[in-house]
């Protein structure tokens, strides 16, 4: 009777284990699933500020055109103005061989020659007059035209600066949404070390130079193909999951991320010195596998089962019906 006492004693107490070993396993998984929901969270609202910065962008480039247009569109009216006002002075030739034909009329028939003078005594003071009447006209027009272009370019100039202002905040949000998805990038030895530091990832150095050979890189395959150190790119060929990949115009510091199903997060390329046929650079891979990953989360909540025994009387009990 007392054996079959203590045999149940022990079952429970493995009964308790296993209940608060899953209960820590559930609790392990929510965390994850929590974790993984305000990720997903955090990217979709970067990728929206992304639109809606891009989308502001776009009107104000929309309106910085349509300013222009009207601004063409008033210097053109300028221009016109301009050169309606120049051909007054071809007036004069016209008016002295008026004055010579009426001298003529006036030396052939001098009684007649005293009437044309008088009217054109008169006609003289009202052509003044009409020009006098036309000349603030014209300079009220030019006055407005001057008032209205002045707007408008001071209108295009606070669009102008809304547009820059607009265009750093966004390329401002495109580095931070970058820096925060892909990491940070070194572009020297010491901050490829300072990284390697984090024990975040593995980072692994190479020198490669033009050649149609592979070689092996850390977790990758890749060869060089080109090296343009005018424009700072190079071209690159890898083997992925037994697929041969080209990229090609990859400029300086450009980060590439390869997915393969042995890695649980992608890989990632770096080249920060392009020389002559030849290029440096790293690979950042994650630091542990899956099956590494999965080793890492079992060891981690075996130890709050050995919490639990703590009931049992004596640890050497469980060992008497063997005997």
């Known amino acids: ?3 079959y006492q203590e045999s149940n004693h022990s079952e429970n107490g493995w009964t308790t284990m296993l209940a608060g070993s899953n209960r820590w396993l559930v609790v392990a998984v ?3 699933l929590g974790i993984a929901v305000v990720a997903f969270a955090y990217g979709y609202h970067q990728q929206s500020v992304v639109s809606q910065l891009t989308a502001q962008t776009a009107t104000a480039n929309a309106s910085v055109s349509q300013m222009q247009g009207q601004l063409s569109a008033l210097t053109a009216k300028l221009n016109e103005m301009t050169a309606a006002q120049t051909p007054a002075p071809s007036t004069q030739p016209s008016a002295a061989s008026a004055s010579e ?5 006036s030396a052939k028939t001098p009684e007649a020659a005293a009437s044309p003078s008088a009217g054109s005594a008169k006609a003289a003071p ?6 006098k009447r036309r000349a603030p006209a014209v300079d009220k027009k030019y006055a407005q035209l001057q008032a209205q272009l002045a707007e408008q370019q001071k209108q295009l100039k606070e669009t102008q600066e809304e547009v820059a202002k607009d265009r750093s ?12 998805l892909n990491g940070s990038i070194a572009k020297t030895h ?13 980072y692994f ?6 050649a149609k050979q592979f070689q092996r890189v850390g977790p990758l395959t890749i060869s060089l193909r ?5 424009h700072k790119s190079y071209d690159l060929a890898m083997i992925v999951d037994d697929n041969e990949l080209q990229k090609k115009k990859v400029n300086l510091y450009e980060p590439i991320w390869i997915h393969t199903e042995s890695e649980s997060q992608p890989v990632q390329i770096v080249v920060n010195r392009i020389d002559k046929d030849i290029v440096h650079g790293y690979i950042s891979a994650p630091k542990y596998k899956p099956s590494e990953l999965a080793a890492v989360g079992s060891a981690s909540v075996t130890p709050v089962s050995t919490k639990s025994p703590a009931n049992t009387p004596n640890p050497q009990e469980p060992q008497q019906p063997q005997q």
């Open 1 to 3: 009777m007392e054996e």
């Open 30 to 32: 929510v965390a994850l």
């Open 101 to 105: 034909q009426s001298a003529e009329t």
């Open 126 to 131: 009202a052509k003044r007059t009409t020009a």
């Open 169 to 180: 905040e966004l390329e401002g949000t495109i580095n931070s949404t970058r820096d925060d």
């Open 190 to 202: 010491e901050e490829l070390v300072a990284l390697a530091k984090r024990g975040e990832r593995s």
């Open 205 to 210: 150095e190479f020198d490669l130079s033009k």
């Open 226 to 230: 080109k090296a343009d150190t005018k």
